[in-house]
C-alpha cells in the first residue's frame, strides 16, 4: 500500500539529510534540490582558522556583517583555531563545493604545505574568491641603538660579517622570510635568534638582547612608548601611521613587500557564477567605511585583489617562497619511496 502523504519516519530521514550537509558532502539527492536553488539558498559558513576574539577575527566578523545584505543571507564566523591557520585548508577541501561554506586563507596556508608534508595541496584544492587585507613588517631596533637606518644597518652588518643578530617570530615566518630575502641580496651572513611570539621578541629588541627584530604592528605599544625605533616596512606602499618611515622597496627592493595578506576562499570545483556572486558581494562591503575602520584599529589595510589577480599573486608567490625556503633548507623534503623484497 502507497501513502499519499509522507510518513513521520521519512521526513524525519529527510531532516536528517538535510542536516547532514555541515562541512561535508551533503545526501545526492539534497545536493541536486541545492543545485537547482538561487544562490545562497541558506546561511553561509565563513572558517576562521583563529580564536574569536583575535583582531582578525572580529575585523571579518564586521565584514559578515556589511555583507548579509548583499548576499541576502547571514554569513556565519566558524571558528577552527590550531595547527598554526592551517586547519581552513582541509575543511574546505572536505567542504560541499556549493559556496555555502568559504574560509579566510592566510597565506601562511600556502607556505605551511611547502615546509611540510600535508594530505592537502591548497593551490590545487581551493578555489580563491579575493584578496581582502595584509599587515605591516617592520625593521626594529632598540631606542639607543647606532643604526639610524636600513642603508646604517646594512653599512655594519657588511663590515661585521656573520655578527648581526636578528630576531623574529619564529621559523619560516613571514617576518623571518622577508628578513632572509632581503639580506641575502648583498650576501650578509647573521644570526637568526626565533621567539615564539611578539611579546617575548619585542622584549629581547627594547633589551638589546638582539640587535633587530622584524615583526608586524603587534610592534606598536613599544614603538608608541619610545622603546625601539621603526627603520622601514615591507608595505608597497608607506603606512599613513609612519608617513616618514620608508618602504624596502623605496629603497631600492622592489620585490621586497610582505605583508602576510590574506584572502577568502571555496572548495575546489564550487561554481563560477558562484564565486562571482561571493566576490562581487565581498568586494563591495570590504569597501564600506565601517570596516575599513575595524581594519584600522589593527593597524590593517585593504589589499584588495579580484579573483584572477588573487590567484595568479597565489602562484607567483608560491613559487617565490618555494626558492626562498630551498635555499634556507626549509622545504619539506621528498618522501622516500617505499622498498619492499
Known amino acids: 500500500m502507497?501513502?499519499?502523504?509522507?510518513?513521520?519516519?521519512?521526513?524525519?530521514?529527510?531532516?536528517?539529510?538535510?542536516?547532514?550537509?555541515?562541512?561535508?558532502?551533503?545526501?545526492?539527492?539534497?545536493?541536486?534540490a541545492r543545485a537547482q536553488a538561487p544562490f545562497p539558498s541558506r546561511p553561509i559558513q565563513l572558517i576562521v582558522p583563529w580564536p574569536p576574539g583575535g583582531a582578525t577575527d572580529l575585523a571579518l566578523r564586521v565584514l559578515c556583517e556589511e555583507v548579509q545584505p548583499l548576499l541576502g543571507q547571514p554569513v556565519?564566523?566558524?571558528?577552527?583555531?590550531?595547527?598554526?591557520?592551517?586547519q581552513v585548508a582541509p575543511l574546505l577541501?572536505?567542504?560541499?563545493?556549493?559556496?555555502?561554506?568559504i574560509g579566510q586563507v592566510p597565506v601562511t596556508v600556502y607556505r605551511h604545505a611547502l615546509m611540510n608534508h600535508v594530505p592537502w595541496e591548497p593551490l590545487h584544492d581551493l578555489s580563491p574568491i579575493l584578496q581582502v587585507s595584509g599587515v605591516t613588517f617592520g625593521v626594529l631596533v632598540p631606542a639607543g641603538s647606532a643604526l639610524r637606518s636600513w642603508s646604517d644597518l646594512i653599512d655594519w652588518a657588511l663590515a661585521h660579517p656573520g655578527e648581526l643578530i636578528v630576531g623574529s617570530t619564529g621559523i619560516g615566518t613571514t617576518a623571518h622570510l622577508a628578513m632572509e630575502d632581503a639580506l641575502a641580496r648583498h650576501g650578509i651572513r647573521y644570526v637568526h635568534v626565533p621567539y615564539r611570539g611578539t611579546a617575548d621578541q619585542m622584549l629581547a629588541v627594547a633589551g638589546s638582547q638582539v640587535m633587530v627584530g622584524v615583526n608586524s604592528t603587534g610592534f606598536v605599544p613599544w614603538l608608541d612608548q619610545g622603546k625601539v625605533r621603526l627603520l622601514a616596512t615591507f608595505n608597497a606602499a608607506r603606512n599613513p601611521r609612519w608617513p616618514d618611515v620608508p618602504t624596502l622597496r623605496e629603497l631600492g627592493y622592489p620585490n621586497a613587500v610582505h605583508s602576510s595578506p590574506w584572502g577568502l576562499a571555496a572548495p575546489r570545483g564550487t561554481p563560477a557564477e558562484v564565486v562571482q556572486r561571493l566576490h562581487d558581494s565581498?568586494?563591495?562591503?570590504?569597501?564600506?567605511?565601517?570596516?575599513?575602520?575595524?581594519?584600522a584599529r589593527y593597524d590593517q589595510t585593504l589589499e584588495y585583489l579580484n579573483t584572477r589577480d588573487y590567484r595568479q599573486a597565489l602562484i607567483e608567490t608560491v613559487e617565490r617562497e618555494k626558492r626562498l625556503l630551498a635555499r634556507m633548507n626549509l622545504l619539506a623534503r621528498p618522501t622516500a619511496a617505499p622498498t619492499g623484497s
Open 93 to 101: 577541501k572536505m567542504a560541499e563545493p556549493d559556496g555555502h561554506t
Open 76 to 86: 556565519v564566523v566558524i571558528n577552527k583555531p590550531g595547527a598554526a591557520g592551517t
Open 2 to 32: 502507497t501513502h499519499p502523504h509522507p510518513t513521520r519516519r521519512r521526513c524525519l530521514s529527510w531532516a536528517l539529510a538535510t542536516a547532514a550537509a555541515g562541512l561535508g558532502t551533503a545526501h545526492p539527492s539534497v545536493a541536486a
Open 282 to 295: 565581498f568586494a563591495k562591503a570590504m569597501f564600506s567605511e565601517r570596516h575599513q575602520r575595524e581594519l
